[in-house]
C-alpha cells in the first residue's frame, strides 16, 4: 500500500477481475493483463501486485520405442509481477526423472567381474559360454541402485520479450536429464529406459550441471534457479543441488 492511511485493499474489486480469467486461454499476456486490471481498480493505493496461477499441466506423451502413449501431468506455476511500473514473468515447474548412482554401477560391474571369474576358472571360454552366462541369473551378482528424483525450475522471462512455451521448456529439462520417467510402457519401452539409464549414469550434482548446461543456450530465459533432489534408495535422507544461471 501506498497510501498509508488506507486500511486495506478492496477484495471485491480483485475478486470481479479473477472470475473472468477463465474466458480466455492462459497466456502470460492475458494474466498481464489481468494484473494491470488490477492495478488500475487499486490506483494510489497500490503500485504493485503478483498474480499467481498454480495447476497441473496434462501432456500425452508417447513411449520411448512403442507405439504407446500415455498422459503425464505436470505441475506448473505462472507468475506475473509489476512495482513500481516494472514487470517480471515467472514460470515454475518440476520433472520427475530417474537417477543412476555412477559408484553404484561400478561396484555392480565389480561384483559381476568377480563371480566371472570364480565361474570360469579355465583360461579360454568360448563365446557360447559367456552370452549363456550373462543371459542367466548367475550374471545379476549385483545391480546398480536407481531412484526416482526430481528437478525444481523456476524460469524467468523478460515481458518485453519473447515468451518460450512451457512444453518446450519441459521438454529441454527432460532432454538435458536424459532419463524422464514414463507413461505407458511395454516391454522394449522399458528396455530402452534401462539403456538410457546406463548411458546418464549421475549424481545429484551431476544433474544440475546437465540442467545448467542446457539452460544456459537458451536466450528466451533472462535468469533461472534449479533445485535438483534425488530420493536416496541406499540411503535414509535426500540428496539435493541448487545452481543458478549466475553461479
Known amino acids: 500500500l501506498i497510501d498509508k492511511r488506507a486500511r486495506g485493499i478492496h477484495m471485491s474489486r480483485l475478486y470481479k477481475i479473477m472470475n473472468k480469467i477463465h474466458e480466455q486461454e492462459i497466456s502470460w499476456a492475458w494474466l498481464n493483463a489481468c494484473l494491470e486490471e488490477m492495478l488500475v481498480s487499486h490506483e494510489g493505493l497500490s503500485d504493485g501486485g503478483r498474480l499467481q496461477m498454480t495447476f497441473e499441466l496434462p501432456v500425452l506423451r508417447k ?3 512403442s507405439q ?28 520427475l526423472y530417474s537417477s543412476t548412482c555412477p559408484c553404484s554401477a561400478g561396484l555392480s560391474r565389480q561384483a559381476i567381474q568377480e563371480k566371472f571369474a570364480r565361474d570360469f576358472k579355465e ?15 548367475e550374471a545379476s551378482a549385483a545391480t546398480p541402485h536407481a531412484q526416482r528424483s526430481e528437478a525444481m525450475v523456476e524460469f524467468i522471462f523478460d515481458p518485453h520479450g519473447a515468451t518460450p512455451s512451457t512444453i518446450g521448456l519441459i521438454d529441454e529439462v527432460e532432454t538435458a536429464l536424459g532419463t524422464p520417467v514414463q507413461a505407458a510402457v511395454k516391454r522394449e ?14 549424481f545429484c550434482e551431476d544433474a544440475a550441471r546437465k540442467l545448467k548446461a542446457a539452460l544456459l543456450k537458451r536466450e528466451d530465459v533472462t535468469d533461472f534457479n534449479i533445485e535438483v533432489r534425488h530420493f536416496e534408495s541406499l540411503h535414509a535422507h535426500d540428496v539435493v543441488a541448487k545452481v543458478r544461471k549466475h553461479d
Open 68 to 95: 504407446e502413449q500415455g498422459w503425464r501431468n505436470y505441475p506448473v506455476t505462472y507468475r506475473v509481477e509489476s512495482h513500481q511500473g516494472r514487470s517480471l514473468f515467472t514460470l515454475t515447474t518440476k520433472v
Open 63 to 65: 513411449a520411448l520405442v
Open 123 to 137: 583360461p579360454v571360454v568360448s563365446l557360447a559360454q559367456v552370452i549363456n552366462w550373462l543371459g542367466g541369473a
Open 189 to 202: 519401452d522399458e528396455l530402452e529406459f534401462a539403456k538410457r539409464n546406463a548411458r546418464n549414469l549421475m
